[in-house]
């Protein structure tokens, strides 16, 4: 009986972000329609605001956590109520989508081409000012 000289590797079940085999694994499809919002009438703009912050520190994966609230905190106190919709439209996104439109490692979909919201998290992301992040705190 002949014996195996090389190890057999399975693949990596957590790839890193950004290579291959994330990039593979976290695409969605290229049809999917929009994720439906949860209505919230007579929201008010603080109300909005408060909820935003907090969902944006607790999407689920620490790389979208890291960005977005960081975001949130810089950003959020000076967006106008249209920003506001806007960016809760985006957190309904999918987290590595958001993540890798952010990072221009993809190209979002049409209904996104035009946002303001993710041109500004764009800028935030590059971080010309080479800024050390950390998650701020919730006050």
Do not use: C
């Not at 994966?61 to 609230?69: G, I, K, R, Y």
């Not at 920003?83 to 309904?92: G, P, R, S, V």
């Not at 000012?129 to 950390?134: D, N």
């Amino acid at each position: 009986r002949a014996l195996a000289t090389s190890v057999r590797r399975s693949a990596d079940p957590w790839p890193l972000p950004h290579t291959p085999e994330h990039l593979e694994k976290t695409t969605s499809p290229p049809d999917a329609p929009a994720p439906t919002p949860l209505p919230r009438p007579g929201e008010p703009v603080e109300k909005m605001r408060a909820r935003l912050v907090y969902q944006s520190r607790k999407r689920g994966t620490l790389e979208s956590d890291l960005l977005l609230s960081t975001f949130a905190q810089e950003r959020l106190s000076t967006m106008d109520e249209g920003e506001l919709h806007e960016f809760d439209k985006l957190m309904d996104e999918p987290d590595w989508d958001i993540y890798y439109w952010a990072t221009g490692k993809r190209t979002p979909p049409e209904r996104w081409l035009n946002s303001r919201v993710l041109d500004q998290l764009r800028e935030h992301v590059r971080n010309e000012g080479k800024v050390v992040r950390r998650m701020p705190d919730l006050s």
